[in-house]
């Protein structure tokens, strides 16, 4: 396993020590949260800078295509991420392995409505499927979502497919009746110009279909 002499966090790692995971409606049995996991070889916590040689990248190829990322580029995009202050990626790891299997990113969003508010937005939950049934896809939505209350948003909302509807739920997500369609426009290299320009709305790459639910911090 590497040893280095010097790790950048993403963001402190102490803030996720002071959430209160009772207060997600999210049933753990056993009980779990961040600050204790279930293992002792499991931890949550920020993204490192040192994480390019743990696997993170992988994993994420786990949920979509990631493309073949230098330690360059990893290194870039963390920085800006970092500078910023307006990025959460926070990971599971397996510290007997050295290994990044779980990962879910806060993202949030400065608005001038609700008095220059700020918003939530969950994106890129993976979790490696060798470690189901210790309950780490829950517990890495959770201990987001509770970020982002922590942090002052008003609200976080994520996209998932209609067969992660019900999970979402269960963590204290809703569809907002007349407002849950996701709609995207895409831009990637390899999509046709006639698709490119077209506007979706509630369909993967798959044909899965997508819709948006919210967790509402203010009521």
Known sequence: ???YTQETYLYDPNVLLKLDFHRSPAKFQPFISAANPGESWLQVRPLKDTDYDRGFLQLLSQLTNVGNITRTQFLTRFSQMKASGDYYV??????RKGEIIGAASLIIERKF???CAV???LEDVVVNDTYRGKQLGKLIVVTVSLLAEHLGCYKMSLDCKDKL???YETLGYVL???????MTIRYDEDTPTLKRNSTSAATGAAGDAYQTVSLDFAS
């Open 165 to 167: 509807i019900k999970f």
């Open 90 to 95: 926070t990971v599971i790891e397996d510290t």
């Open 113 to 115: 409505i609700h008095n």
């Open 176 to 182: 907002i009746p007349g407002n849950s369609n996701s």
């Open 1 to 3: 396993m590497v040893q």
């Open 119 to 121: 918003r939530g937005r």
